[in-house]
């Protein structure tokens, strides 16, 4: 399957969301990855409800709603209704993952879970038979524009091993300093899905530079 890409609309211009999105929708883009902070889970505030509706209104791509947030559940809803395909929560942000898990299939969006950097995926034994996708950080979020954390490429290994085990169905995504030099080791250890804000919204051409991440 080829590697699917989600650009973060994070490292856009946000005085024209409108047509960052456009642009987005002329791509190769496979969804358009939206980075919810609260200042509270990540020392950062992005935006929330009304903006990811504004940039559903425009969007021709599935929005891959990214929750950095204390009590998902309680804003699970809001961002269903707002326009999000694909809902992620932090692991380390649920207390009854598998309550948050069911919540979001229920809303009938695709169930995603995230893991920080130093979280291990030998948490997810119990749950990944449910899961669509699982995230992993491959940087401490809250920002874009960081540095790819290498261990990353061993805990793909690690999930796909796991996955594989269950006979899953579940994705693997990969958030956070990806770029053209480390996404072809990243697919090859078992990404799915690659995140990319700043390697994309900061190159000269963002539609090429996501056809040449498709094109690995
Ligand atoms: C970080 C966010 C990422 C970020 C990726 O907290 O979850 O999605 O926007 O940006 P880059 O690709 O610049 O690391
Ligand atoms: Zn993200």
Redesign the pocket.
């Given at each position: 399957m080829p590697i699917q890409v989600a650009p973060?609309i994070?490292?856009a211009d946000f005085a024209n969301l409108q047509s960052e999105v456009e642009l987005l929708n002329k791509s190769q883009a496979d969804y358009i990855?939206v980075?919810i902070?609260d200042g509270v889970f990540?020392p950062n505030i992005s935006f929330g409800i009304p903006v990811t509706e504004a940039i559903y209104r425009h969007a021709k791509k599935p929005l891959d709603v990214?929750l950095?947030i204390t009590n998902p559940d309680l804003y699970l809803e809001a961002f269903r209704n707002a326009g999000a395909s694909v809902i992620s929560i932090h692991l380390e942000a649920c207390s009854h993952l598998n309550r948050s898990i069911q919540a979001i299939k229920s809303l009938g969006a695709k169930a995603g879970v995230t893991l920080n950097p130093h979280t291990s995926v030998a948490l997810l034994e119990d749950s990944i038979e449910l899961l669509d996708v699982v995230c992993l950080?491959s940087?401490n979020?809250?920002?874009?524009?960081?540095k790819f954390i290498e261990n990353t490429y061993s805990k793909i290994s690690r999930l796909k091993d796991l996955i594989l085990s269950k006979n899953a169905k579940t994705l693997i995504e990969v958030?956070?300093?990806?770029n053209l030099e480390n996404a072809p080791r990243l697919k090859e250890v078992g990404a799915d899905i690659l995140?990319?804000?700043?390697?994309v919204f900061n190159s000269v051409d963002p539609i090429q530079t996501i056809a040449d991440l498709k094109a690995i």
């Open positions: 973060s994070l490292a990855h980075d902070m990540v990214h950095m950080m940087v979020p809250g920002f874009g524009g960081q958030d956070g300093g990806v995140v990319a804000g700043s390697f």
